[in-house]
């Protein structure tokens, strides 16, 4: 048909009623013939004369649509959009549009269909040219005079448009993206911005580039197209940048996304899933940010990840409120078809946490979430029978957590350097929390087997920036500590061990690797005396465990730790190694008795340790001491830390005692003679601390020996050091405590103690008369010249806590005079033999319930008004 057949036929309709519907009748046929095309897929020359009959009738229906309807007054909305949609189709299908999975499965005729008018037109021929150009063309012409009823097309064509813009023609790109910039310019010029076209847009480049179209060269083309054009309006240039980034940024994330839906390796589809799920989150997309929720908690539950899966779809309900409000479609996607109120679907999510938890074995989560249900229960809908079957839930948490065994997960630094890697790893470094029992040799197999081509780098320090700008890839993986957290709640209290493990490696963000270094002249007969420590901390971005079994490293610091620090660090190590299996052996009367033998006859043997000995020689010296003045806090901790060493050893001989076998008797019997020999010279050299003989001394309910002598939790102790858990200067954790003096009270004047004598008994006892209030009472007390005094660390931070019980100190060298010891603020009362006889037969309240506080007046009596402290 030529121009004259065209114009003729037009002129046939007498209405424009009849000529729409003839138009409309002409795209839907033209829309059904593209999709089920008629010639078979190798009848090219048909195929080509079908599509140049098209392109044709389109352009001279779209002139007549712009002659008849353009004007306002017969605008015919229905009538301009169906041949935008018709040709935009044909040009997607022209480019194989039918990669979207959603669209992958269609009919095998629609199939066909586009993959023979995708070779038609990729094809061409010098007849006809690259008909995707001449149609593209055509689409920005009828764009462009639709003058002022643009508006009317937005958002509706910025999906169809899009489309064609994606299709890999870089002719066709330049000239149809500036479209957007006009549309843009539109709606701002309208309303004052162009929040629709910027929805619509996000929206649409989601589903699009998951679909398979896409590439960074669209995204560089788009980018300097639309800043051009911008450049041209100041009023709205500012606004266009801020949207360029957002899509620039969208478009990096969706096609890395992209990159390893088919890959093997699920940790990189996590990694991309959580980079799209912080994008929509920051830009309030809240329909895309549970779809990409469910996404990801569809990965972990593949992985066996439950506690990350639970994680996960956390976050989903605190998009939801405890109301009856119903639940809008965008916060819904959960697979539950039927209308849900908030409450009902946020219930109904707490019971799958609360499951994904359980297999987690993190019942200390799934327990807050019971609260946070049974509270539901009991205040707002009462529903008592619900609120019984969550108690007994939660009942049969807190047991697991004190009778089922929970191996704790390491911990492994790994880093990714050279320019091989997907921008979001490369030169990165990431925490990785390990599963139950794998080891880090195991793990970095599995690592390098994601990435074959990467080599293995086996140093620890940072690399330079000639590795971090090679062309390949670099992975460097090694172990790292958790940096425990202080919980204020636990503080200075006998904290079950199976309660503090779990903190110990859950809810870390910080995290340190240490590597020795020798520093000055080294001694080989004595390491520890040029040991340093260089520590690198790490704090990732979030809490592990979370979302995901890793987050990236944020901030990276270095300290250097001393040999001093270092030797304390030591000592409160194994200090509290020997306190936790104490606790476990006396809790478990299965264990069998070889780690309990190995760590004790390590540690008092002399031809196993010689730890003290090293730390004497090293740090114990008149040469030490005047070298380093500003150390004497730190080697008063020391000594402290090595003077109460002995009384837990004691305590785990004690039971190593009880559950030796014959065969085994005469090892027990050299061990407990070397513990002798060993507590005689540490009590001579640091003075006594005795625990006292926990046998038929628990109030009111059994106790472990270590809930029963810890002065402060192992959190507390963690507390206590720097932020790489290196020991610093001592805070001071002085208590008063009030005294009831005797009938008579008299204080013996006595000569000064030299340094080499022992100091007499000190004992901490419950008074006879005042039978709910604690007494500190030293016996035949002398002065001691003050110099001395300052070296003595009666109630030091080491010194653990002894609730319900007595203490005994002996023979500490030294003494601070009363009332200017920085420990204890009471005057000290002599003891009788009888006073003593009463003390030991008599049980003693729980101690931080009766630590009340007296200022001694002038004559030895306490004031009307005692005060507790804290510890």
């Not at 001393?562 to 476990?584: D, G, R, V, Y």
């Amino acid at each position: 048909m030529g121009d004259q057949h065209y114009s003729f036929y037009i002129e046939t309709f007498q209405t424009s009623s009849e000529l729409v519907d003839f138009l409309m009748e002409t795209f839907i046929m033209f829309k059904d013939l593209i999709g089920k095309n008629v010639y078979p897929a190798d009848w090219v020359a048909m195929s080509m004369v079908q599509n140049r009959v098209f392109l044709r009738a389109i352009n001279k229906f779209a002139e007549t649509m712009n002659q008849k309807f353009l004007e306002n007054t017969n605008f015919e909305f229905q009538s301009f959009q169906l041949p935008y949609k018709v040709v935009t189709m044909a040009m997607i299908f022209s480019a194989g549009g039918a990669t979207n999975p959603s669209e992958s499965n269609s009919s095998k005729d629609i199939t066909k269909g586009i993959a023979a008018f995708h070779s038609v037109l990729a094809t061409g021929n010098l007849q006809y040219g690259d008909m995707r150009r001449l149609i593209g063309f055509s689409i920005r012409d009828m764009w462009y005079k639709l003058g002022q009823n643009k508006i009317c097309f937005i958002p509706g064509m910025v999906g169809p448009i899009l489309e064609m813009t994606l299709i890999p023609e870089a002719e066709l790109r330049k000239a149809t993206i500036p479209i957007f910039f006009d549309m843009m310019l539109c709606e701002y010029q309208r309303s004052g911005d162009f929040k629709k076209f910027e929805n619509e847009i996000i929206l649409k480049l989601d589903h699009e580039v998951e679909g398979g179209r896409g590439d960074e060269q669209y995204m560089q083309l788009l980018e300097s197209i639309l800043l051009e054009c911008a450049a041209e309006h100041p009023t709205i240039c500012k606004s266009v940048e801020s949207f360029v980034n957002l899509v620039k940024g969208l478009l990096e994330k969706l096609l890395d996304y992209r990159g390893v839906m088919t890959d093997e390796s699920k940790d990189n589809r996590m990694s991309c899933t959580v980079n799209l799920l912080n994008f929509y989150k920051d830009n309030n997309r809240e329909e895309m940010y549970i779809r990409y929720l469910y996404k990801l908690r569809d990965l972990h539950l593949d992985c066996d990840n439950y506690t990350e899966a639970a994680y996960t779809l956390l976050l989903h309900t605190w998009l939801l409120k405890w109301s009856d409000e119903q639940c809008a479609s965008q916060v819904m996607q959960t697979g539950q078809q039927y209308p849900q109120t908030h409450r009902q679907l946020k219930e109904t999510l707490y019971d799958i946490i609360i499951g994904y938890f359980d297999k987690g074995k993190m019942w200390e989560e799934a327990i807050s979430l019971c609260k946070e249900l049974a509270e539901q229960c009991e205040m707002e809908i009462f529903d008592y029978q619900l609120l019984s079957q969550n108690l007994i839930q939660q009942a049969k948490f807190y047991e697991n957590i004190m009778k089922i065994l929970r191996p704790k997960p390491d911990y492994f630094a790994v880093g990714y350097y050279g320019q091989g890697f997907p921008s979001f790893l490369r030169n990165k470094v990431f925490i990785y929390r390990g599963k139950e029992y794998e080891r880090r040799e195991d793990f970095q197999m599995q690592l390098m087997s994601q990435f074959p081509n990467a080599e293995k780098m086996n140093t620890t320090s940072a690399p330079g920036d000639d590795v971090k700008n090679a062309p390949g890839q670099y992975i460097q993986c090694f172990t790292v500590q958790p940096v425990l957290d202080e919980h204020p709640r636990f503080k200075n209290k006998p904290v079950p061990d199976q309660i503090i493990n779990f903190y110990k490696s859950n809810h870390v963000q910080k995290f340190h690797y240490s590597r020795p270094v020798r520093r000055g002249t080294v001694d080989p007969e004595n390491e520890f005396a040029s040991m340093w420590i260089e520590r690198t901390s790490f704090v990732t971005a979030y809490k592990l465990p979370g979302i995901l079994r890793w987050f990236e490293v944020v901030h990276m610091s270095q300290t250097t730790i001393s040999p001093l620090e270092n030797a304390i660090e030591t000592m409160s190590t194994a200090n509290e190694k020997i306190l936790m299996m104490i606790n476990q052996y006396q809790n478990d009367e299965t264990l069998p008795i070889n780690p309990l033998s190995m760590l004790l006859n390590g540690i008092v043997d002399p031809a196993v340790m010689g730890g003290f000995a090293k730390y004497e020689k090293a740090f114990f010296t008149e040469e030490y001491s005047r070298e380093h003045p500003e150390d004497q806090d730190k080697l008063t901790r020391l000594k402290d830390l090595i003077a109460w060493q002995i009384p837990f050893l004691g305590a785990g001989i004690k039971i190593h005692e009880r559950r030796v076998s014959e065969n085994l008797r005469p090892f027990h019997d050299r061990m407990e003679e070397c513990f002798k020999n060993l507590k005689v010279k540490v009590e001579k050299e640091y003075g006594v601390r005795e625990m006292p003989d926990f046998e038929d001394r628990r109030v009111g309910r059994p106790r472990s020996m270590l809930r029963s002598y810890r002065q402060m939790s192992i959190i507390s102790m963690a507390s206590l050091s720097s932020d790489c858990s290196t020991p610093s200067k001592a805070a001071s954790e002085s208590f008063d405590l009030e005294i009831a003096p005797p009938k008579t009270p008299k204080v013996e004047q006595e000569e000064p103690i030299s340094p080499g004598s022992t100091l007499p008994e000190v004992k901490l006892r419950r008074s006879k008369k005042r039978a709910k209030r604690s007494s500190v009472v030293f016996a035949d007390e002398k002065p001691a010249a003050e110099s001395d005094l300052k070296r003595m660390s009666f109630a030091s931070q080491s010194m653990p806590t002894i609730p319900a019980l007595t203490l005994s100190v002996v023979g500490v060298p030294g003494s601070e005079e009363a009332n200017a010891s920085p420990r204890l603020s009471q005057t000290f009362l002599p003891l009788s033999d009888g006073d003593k006889k009463t003390l030991k037969r008599k049980k003693v309240n729980q101690f931080f319930k009766t630590m009340l506080a007296g200022k001694p007046t002038e004559e030895g009596k306490p004031t009307s008004d005692p005060m507790s402290t804290d510890l």
